[in-house]
């Protein structure tokens, strides 16, 4: 991997992991929040809760008394006194009623003790009330210490996640409080978090999903470079070779010795005129691909004889200096007219046939037949090759691909994706079929009405 790309992984994967942190620090700071308010909620209903169960202990007690109107009265009276005198003070009128509250507590628990089930019960009405769906406890507890002394239910094991309320003072020597706690109230946090929750997890899949594109397209950009420099560096390869062969002939044709020998001329010309027409097809076959991407490839479609440019190519191709070549052919007529390009045909076919020559490991024999049906002439290019393993095919006809990337044959990947593109803008098709080490056979099929 190259320091640039290196450098933009290291940038995207710190700002990745900086956007999540962020994600979750909002997300816990929310969480906290909503905790926090929950608890002065918790602190709310208790209050409400035993303040209905203080009443309805008042109205027990009041009707057990009714009898005796005096004593009745009497109370009456402590209790408006003592509310007229702290309304006078400077205390606000929450603390007024806390203190009420512990007065009235004292005075009825002395006929009627408090009772955590009926609180629990209230307590119950009320989350319902509120739509909070969670388990809950009510404890009487020691202010000074914090221990239990009564509860209205017992706290299970899985109560890992509790939300205690403040303690409820119920006497002026804070010895004893109320607590109420709520067990487990995910639901309730989650609710409560919900268009927060829920937008920050759409937006870390954003992100996420737009830094995975980030690194596709880094990941593809760097394939793309190692494409072009390999095709780059194949095709000064491919062009070398016919330049190398037309240089040594020229330069042979320069001595007089040879120039005035007919065969080794006439031999020399040759080759250079072969190497002139490879470099040729190399260049055209670059420039029709090239057109074809952009729309601009236009075929010179004419009436062209099949039979007359295979014959063409075999008379080329079996003077190759590289190995000894066996081209066959099995023509059903001697003239087959088809309309086409007779350049970029040509070219589609010399480059099947050059590939079953390159992928011969001994002498390459090659088999060529045409024949016809009611609509199509279907060539075949038949070789006893290496062959192409099975999960090669698929992708044997696309751009930049070879059976063997690492293979010694010369190439550069796109001359079976040329022949396709070619095949295909004559209305036609072209299929393989192949096994290894036995060789390979190419099905051409072109319209011929």
């Known amino acids: 991997m190259s ?111 408090i009772n955590l089930q009926k609180i629990d019960s209230i307590t119950n009405q009320i989350l319902h009330e509120r739509n909070i769906a969670s388990e809950f406890v009510i404890q009487l507890i020691a202010t000074e210490d ?12 899985s109560s ?12 002026f020597e804070n010895k004893e409080a109320l607590k109420l706690i709520l067990i487990n109230p995910f639901s309730e946090i989650i609710k409560r ?44 390869h491919e062009l070398k070779r016919p330049v190398a062969s037309l240089t ?27 190497a ?4 040729n097809g190399t260049i055209s076959m670059l420039v029709g691909l090239a057109r074809e991407e952009e729309g601009l490839l236009v075929l010179n479609k004419q009436p062209v004889n099949l039979v007359h440019i295979i014959m063409d190519l075999k008379n080329r191709f079996v003077s190759s200096p590289v190995k000894r070549v066996s081209i066959h052919t099995d023509f059903e007529s001697e003239t087959i007219i088809v309309q086409g390009d007779s350049i970029m045909l040509t070219q589609c076919f010399a480059n099947l046939i050059d590939n079953a020559i390159k992928y011969s490991d001994r002498d390459a024999i090659v088999n060529i037949s045409i024949r016809m049906n009611k609509s199509n002439v279907i060539l075949a290019f038949k070789d006893q090759g290496i062959g192409i393993p099975a999960d090669k095919i698929e992708h044997l ?36 079929s192949s096994e290894l080490h036995v060789g390979s056979t190419f099905e051409v099929l072109l319209p011929y009405k």
Request: hydrophobic share 45%; aromatic share 10%.
């Open 3 to 113: 320091t640039p790309t290196k450098t933009i992984s290291y940038i995207v994967i710190a700002s990745i992991i900086l956007i999540l942190c962020a994600q979750a620090y909002l997300v816990y700071d929310y969480f906290q929040t909503v905790r926090l308010a929950l608890i002065r909620e918790s602190d709310t209903i208790l209050k409400e809760a035993f303040r209905a169960d203080l009443n309805q202990r008042n109205n027990t007690y009041l009707l057990s008394t009714v009898n005796d109107e005096n004593e009745n009265m009497d109370l009456t009276d402590d209790i408006d006194v003592i509310d007229f005198n702290l309304s006078e003070g400077s205390e606000d009128e929450e603390s007024i009623l806390n203190k009420l509250d512990i007065v009235m507590h004292a005075y009825i628990s002395t006929f009627i003790p």
């Open 146 to 157: 914090q221990t239990v002394i009564a509860s209205s239910r017992e706290l299970s094991k």
């Open 160 to 171: 890992f996640f509790l939300i205690p309320s403040q303690p409820y003072p119920l006497d």
């Open 193 to 236: 978090m919900g268009l927060m929750l829920l937008g920050s997890i759409i937006f870390s899949i954003i992100a996420l999903l737009a830094f995975r594109i980030l690194f596709l397209t880094l990941s593809k950009q760097k394939k793309l470079v190692r494409f072009k420099n390999e095709f780059l560096s194949n095709i000064a």
């Open 248 to 274: 040594v002939n020229l330069d042979g044709l320069q001595d007089p010795d040879i120039f005035s020998n007919t065969g080794m001329r006439d031999m020399m010309l040759h080759n250079s005129l072969n």
């Open 276 to 279: 002139l027409t490879e470099m």
């Open 397 to 432: 006809f696309e751009k930049y691909s070879r059976v063997d990337n690492h293979s010694k044959v010369s190439g550069f990947g796109i001359g079976l994706n040329y022949v396709k593109t070619i095949i295909e803008k004559h209305g036609g098709s072209i299929s393989v």
